[in-house]
Structure formats: C-alpha cells, structure tokens
C-alpha cells in the first residue's frame, strides 16, 4: 500500500496563533511531498511542493513566511500557518510521491479542517 | 450543469445508470491525466489515470476517455451506486519539461449524486 497520514484531521485556534499540521507517508519513502488548500465547495489549489532536505517552492500568490513548510525527513513534511487569521480557514491536504521510482503517481492524505476564530 | 461562481456542476443519476462527467482541460503541454473521487471531509482517493498517448483506459467500472484535440477528459462509471456519490475532479500534470516534478492541476469538480 501507499498510505498518506494527516495530524490533526481538524483544528480550531483563535486568530493571531500558529498551527502546526504533520504529513506522514507511512509506509513508503517520499522525497517530494505536496500541500494543497481546499474553501467549501471548491478545487484543490496546489500551495507548495515540498522537497526533502531542501526549500519548499510556492506556488504563485502563497505567502511563505505565513505557510512555513519543513520536509526533515523522507516520511515527514510539516505545515505551520503562522498568525492565523480567519481567511486561513480552509481544508489542507497533502500528498506524496514515492521515492526512486519513476511514477506519476502520487498519494493524497485524509486532509486537516483548520478553524481559525 | 454549468459552473457559475463557487457552484459546483452536479449530475444526478439513477442507480444502475452509466454517468459520464466531463472536464476541459488548460495545458496542451500536460501529458499526464488523473481522475479523483472525494468524499466528504476526506482527501482524494485515485481513480483511474491516462498518459497523453494514449486515448482511452479501462479500469473496472471505469473508462477514462481523452481528446488532446480538443483538451477534453471524460470519466465513464458503469452500472453506478449509491457509495459513487461524491465530487470527481479531473487533474492534469502540468510539470514542464517532460519530467514529471507531480504538479497537478485540479479541476472544478463536478458533484454526483446517484439515487437508489
């Protein structure tokens, strides 16, 4: 199997604090891992890619000082939203691609319900 | 039914019904074609992909059609049930070079509702 593993799977915080969300690959390396964010009723909007041992490349129009994204480990990418306020609202999602192997297949976690108040 | 604003598509279907759910896509140098289905609350669940050379894939109960002419995706489910209602979003692989680097591109989704 590929399993992809979130923490939390929701979260509420009040405005002005920082909120930490874990990305696991469980059962597989993953060298390049993804963020997604998803309002109500909405597609998937690419956030971030997430790279092992190095800097996460954002997608145009995403702040990086407030989406701070560490991918330490082969199995493990972070997501801190710093400062929350309540337009970081949203369902976040990540996903990976396994490492050393030529696919493009890539494997989605469960997502994270951020409420910020 | 057309997309006006952050609404959503919507079919609604019969149980046993063939449905077919459509989605356009933007980048003609995308060579790579996924399908999702997403239920409530929780994250994508792959359904079926398609490469660029190719113009029709079956899976089980699935077919995936694409017309590169025309930029154009389709996802066929066969004999439709009750626990295929959800939202299905097309993705295309929008990675430059030839070397996919995993960026997709999702879709506005279209929601379907099968009735028993």
């Known amino acids: 199997g590929a399993v992809v593993s979130q923490h939390p799977s929701w979260v509420i915080c009040k405005s002005g604090t920082s909120v930490k969300i874990e990305c696991r690959s469980l059962?597989?390396?993953?060298?390049?891992m993804f963020w997604y964010r998803q309002f109500p009723k909405q597609s998937l909007m690419l956030m971030a890619t997430?790279?092992?041992?190095?800097?996460?490349?954002?997608e145009q129009g995403v702040e990086k000082d407030k989406f701070l994204i560490n991918h330490a480990s082969l199995t493990l990418s972070t997501l801190t939203v710093t400062s929350a306020h309540p337009e970081d609202s949203s369902f976040y999602i990540c996903?990976?691609?396994?490492?050393?192997?030529?696919?493009?297949?890539?494997?989605f976690g469960p997502g994270t319900r951020l409420t910020v108040t | 039914g057309e997309s006006v604003g952050l609404h959503l598509p919507t079919l609604s279907v019969q149980e046993g019904d063939n449905s077919i759910i459509n989605c356009a896509y933007s980048?003609?140098?995308?060579?790579?074609f996924i399908w999702y289905k997403q239920e409530s609350g929780k994250g994508p669940q792959f359904i079926i992909d398609?490469?660029?050379?190719?113009d029709k894939r079956q899976g089980q109960r699935v077919t995936v059609l694409l017309n590169k002419t025309v930029k154009h995706l389709s996802l066929q489910i066969a004999a439709t049930q009750p626990g295929d209602s959800a939202v299905y979003f097309c993705?295309?692989?929008?990675?430059?070079?030839?070397?996919?680097?995993?960026?997709?591109?999702f879709g506005q989704g279209t929601i379907l509702t099968v009735h028993p």
């Open positions: 059962d597989f390396q993953a060298t390049t």
């Open positions: 996903s990976a691609r396994k490492s050393r192997e030529i696919t493009y297949e890539q494997y």
């Open positions: 980048n003609s140098a995308s060579d790579y």
């Open positions: 993705a295309e692989d929008t990675s430059a070079g030839g070397t996919s680097y995993g960026k997709l591109t």
């Open positions: 398609i490469r660029s050379n190719m």
């Open positions: 997430s790279n092992e041992g190095s800097k996460a490349t954002y």
